[in-house]
């Protein structure tokens, strides 16, 4: 009878001490590794943007390109083999939008060479100020909401429309890289497919922040 306590007392805290151990090894999972690495290749990125060259330029497009398929499939593994973990959920949005910004500030200081940039040479900087801008008030409103109460974390937590928002930059960006390189065929009809859909990016950006300040304003009235 008097082992009993001893014999409960290991049965609960043994629990305690796998969960100890399984939660610290998730600090360096595959998909945190996969997002670290997305964070060590924007400096690659913006170095092998500068080189002109054809390897610099197929160097540029591939990098993003890995960059995009690692954006989903981090998330995919993470889910798929329960390896979810607090810092790469931190990890993850901030190695998206240090890509994306590099990248949208480098195509803006360097456009592709086709007529219509001589006309216009606005025609990336408006939807790249647009992005860049809602990322960084996004950054802004969802730390506000962490410290406030739950319900302003759940308005503004990822929607559909901010990962249509993400596919079409994506594909926007890829596209405007590989026009850079004039081996893959007529740089003027990528650069114009290019470019409308960074301008649908750009609206779905618009779009999906003002659906997170709707969201907001209805948890504030309430």
Known sequence: MGSEPMVQQQLVHQPRLVYSKHSSSK??????VLTLGRVVAVPVLIFTFSVDSWWGRTATTSIFMAAAITDWLDG???????????????????????????TLVLLCSRPVNVAVFG??????????????GREITM????????????????????????????ATQMVALTILLAARDQSVGESGILVASGVIILYLSAGLSVMSLAVYVEKIGKVLVK
């Open 76 to 102: 995919y593994l993470a889910r798929k083999m329960k390896l979810c973990s607090a810092f790469g959920a931190l990890l993850d949005p901030v190695a998206d939008k240090l890509m994306v910004a590099a």
């Open 119 to 132: 006309q216009a040479p606005w025609l990336l900087n408006v939807p790249s100020i647009a992005i860049i």
């Open 27 to 32: 600090i360096l999972t595959l998909p945190t």
């Open 139 to 166: 950054s802004a409103v969802r730390e506000w909401a962490a410290s406030q109460n739950g319900k302003l974390s759940e308005a503004v937590a990822v929607n559909t429309l901010g990962k249509w928002k993400t």
